[in-house]
């Protein structure tokens, strides 16, 4: 299983942006997928994740209302992260995530994208 993350940047407070990360290999489409992301000097924590349909996602108090998770399972599967009004405090390296054994942990990461909110 491969995951890339992509499109972090730099946006002003209460900007927008929207995270793509993009799986392949084995049979991802049939996996949940999320979205974690880890400030400097803190621990990596869990901002959304989204069932292998689509039907179904779950979100952190942080970003409720703000933040939106989707995916697209065809040949291959991408799983988006709207992120809305964004704040300084969104600020973190954001990564996907896989849940290929049903489990509840993720087995495989993806690489990272930096996502900068200025003030």
């Known amino acids: 299983v491969q995951l890339q993350a992509s499109g972090g940047g730099l946006v002003q407070d209460g900007g927008s942006l929207k995270l793509s990360c993009a799986a392949s290999g084995r049979i991802v489409s049939s996996h949940r997928m999320a979205w974690f992301r880890q400030a400097p000097g803190k621990e990596r924590d869990f901002v959304a994740s989204?069932?292998?349909?689509?039907?179904?996602?779950?979100y952190a108090d942080s970003v409720k209302g703000r933040f939106t998770i989707s995916r697209h399972n065809a040949r291959n599967t991408v799983v988006y992260l709207q992120m809305n009004s964004l704040k300084p405090e969104d600020t973190a390296v954001y990564y996907c995530a896989i849940d290929v054994s049903y489990d509840g942990s993720y087995d495989y990461w993806g690489q990272g994208t930096q996502v900068t909110v200025s003030s």
């Open positions: 989204i069932t292998w349909n689509g039907r179904s996602a779950v």
